[in-house]
């Protein structure tokens, strides 16, 4: 019956601690076994990740990963809105609305790109070794120092892994897929590189009229300086490259805290399913 020995161990594997693993996994499960249920369990988590990201809204829709402006625009969009006058300004030549343009846009690419994440994260997990597999399993980032304290205990330590084995390839290979969907039309008829030079063109104008120097002429004299940048200079493909990643890593590390809390329920749904596939039917 290996395939209900794959199954306990799979269950097992992600429970933080080591009692509930000594007393209920059979002897006959073995460490090569286990490890596998481990590369299963993190296939699931993170394909689970890409795949809720790759979905429409998966970055716009969820606050916590929703990519925002670069900082230096929001600093400067503060600074325009905080501005009864130039606020009005920026409203009547659309500046404003462009802005949102962009970040729509830009959530669009990363949703765009977020399914190319799941094979280069499961490279990463072939090569996980037994050694790598038990630190994980014991909540301890490998190559990080071992420690037995209880407070030490890393929730998100598979998590922490793949982004050590993952961050730079995914940079590079996701870098282009991002820069890439950055150039497809996903707002309108638009692309969020045209939006966003789009909104360059249109903030070089907006600083250059009359109206508005004269109103930051006033602020100046009222003690109010606003030190509105020249240009936006922001590289929006990396900005959004680096936000996506940090995004895709975060919902990875909510799914393996959801295992590590519940490993049964996550069993009943997900690995059923994916050991079915993944070692099929052996007797």
Not at 102 to 124: D, G, H, Q, T, Y
Not at 170 to 191: C, E, H, M, R, W
Not at 237 to 249: D, I, P, V
Request: overall charge negative; charged content about 20%.
């Amino acid at each position: 019956m290996k395939k209900v020995l794959l199954s306990i161990g799979v269950i097992a594997l992600m429970v933080a601690g080591c009692e509930w693993l000594e007393d209920n996994v059979p002897e006959g499960l073995t460490e090569e076994e286990i490890i596998e249920g481990l590369k299963t369990a993190l296939n699931v988590g993170s394909d689970s990740a890409s795949g809720n990201l790759s979905l429409t809204d998966g970055y716009y829709g969820n606050a916590l990963v929703k990519i925002p402006l670069p900082p230096e625009v929001v600093s400067l969009r503060n600074a325009i809105n905080g501005n009864s006058t130039l606020a009005l300004i920026s409203s009547t030549i659309g500046l404003e609305d462009k802005f949102e343009d962009v970040i729509l846009a830009v959530n669009r690419s990363a949703e765009n790109a977020a399914k190319e994440a799941a094979p280069i994260f499961k490279n990463a997990i072939t090569g996980l070794t037994i050694a790598q597999g038990w630190d994980i399993l014991h909540g301890v980032v490998p190559s990080q120092t071992k420690s037995t304290s209880i407070e030490d205990f890393d929730s998100t330590a598979a998590t922490k892994y793949l982004s050590q084995q993952t961050y730079d390839p995914l940079t590079n290979l996701y870098a282009p897929k991002i820069n890439a969907s950055l150039d497809k039309d996903l707002v309108g008829n638009y692309s969020a590189t045209e939006l966003w030079n789009d909104v360059t063109t249109t903030y070089n104008s907006f600083l250059s009229r009359t109206d508005v120097q004269t109103a930051l002429t006033l602020a100046e004299m009222m003690g109010q300086s606003l030190n509105l940048p020249a240009s936006i200079n922001t590289d929006l493909g990396e900005f959004s490259t680096q936000k996506a990643l940090n995004g895709l890593f975060l919902m990875v590390g909510k799914e393996e805290i959801k295992i590590r809390r519940d490993p049964l329920a996550w069993a009943k749904t997900a690995v059923g399913n994916i050991l079915e596939k993944v070692f099929g039917s052996v007797e």
